[in-house]
């Protein structure tokens, strides 16, 4: 083979061009298996921010609720991750009443957390349980969701106010 004196120069150029080629490619094969590695634990890590210690509570008398009134309950949880949580609430009988969702973002530790929620005026006399789901933004690729019922409650109407003449 006659190589000719410009053809080992031509050649050392080509190789220094490629030389920061192969740098580039392998900086970005390292941030990729760094992103992916990342990503990987963030799907499959066991997170638990938020355990449910127990049922939920119901804290008026003889279990009973006046439609129209105010149901007042308790449960036991231990919070080890500070996030806000999007809190639904639901009525459950033969009908579910679905409330509103709200943000809640209790503190960390244990601790006792009361609450009361509205039974409608329209809701039906009879037994109920109350269903609350918290849902916990984890990062962009997870959700943790925690589910507590009641023991069941009653629902009775409200005696009419009314008297005839």
């Given at each position: 083979?006659?190589?000719?004196?410009?053809d080992?120069?031509?050649?050392?150029?080509?190789?220094?061009k490629?030389f920061?080629?192969?740098?580039?490619?392998k900086?970005?094969?390292?941030?990729?298996?760094?992103?992916?590695?990342?990503?990987?634990?963030?799907?499959?890590?066991?997170?638990?921010?938020?355990?449910?210690?127990?049922?939920?509570?119901?804290?008026?008398?003889?279990?009973?609720?006046?439609?129209?009134?105010?149901?007042?309950?308790?449960?036991?949880?231990?919070?080890?991750?500070?996030?806000?949580?999007?809190?639904?609430?639901?009525?459950?009988?033969?009908?579910?009443?679905n409330?509103?969702?709200?943000?809640?973002?209790?503190?960390?530790?244990?601790r006792?957390?009361?609450?009361?929620?509205?039974?409608?005026?329209?809701?039906?006399?009879?037994?109920?349980?109350?269903?609350?789901?918290?849902?916990?933004?984890?990062?962009?690729?997870?959700?943790?969701?925690?589910?507590?019922?009641?023991?069941?409650?009653?629902?009775?109407?409200?005696?009419?106010?009314?008297?005839?003449?």
């Open positions: 083979m006659n190589n000719r004196p410009g080992v120069l031509k050649n050392r150029r080509r190789d220094d490629l920061g080629f192969h740098w580039f490619s900086v970005c094969i390292v941030l990729f298996m760094i992103a992916w590695l990342v990503i990987t634990y963030w799907l499959f890590w066991p997170y638990e921010p938020l355990v449910l210690d127990g049922k939920i509570r119901i804290l008026n008398s003889n279990n009973q609720v006046v439609a129209g009134d105010f149901l007042s309950y308790e449960y036991d949880v231990d919070k080890r991750m500070d996030l806000t949580a999007i809190v639904h609430k639901q009525l459950i009988n033969t009908l579910v009443i409330y509103t969702p709200t943000s809640s973002n209790i503190p960390l530790g244990k006792t957390v009361r609450g009361k929620t509205v039974i409608p005026s329209y809701a039906e006399p009879g037994k109920y349980r109350i269903r609350i789901e918290a849902i916990y933004k984890i990062n962009h690729f997870r959700d943790f969701s925690i589910v507590g019922w009641s023991d069941s409650f009653d629902v009775i109407k409200k005696a009419n106010s009314l008297t005839s003449k």
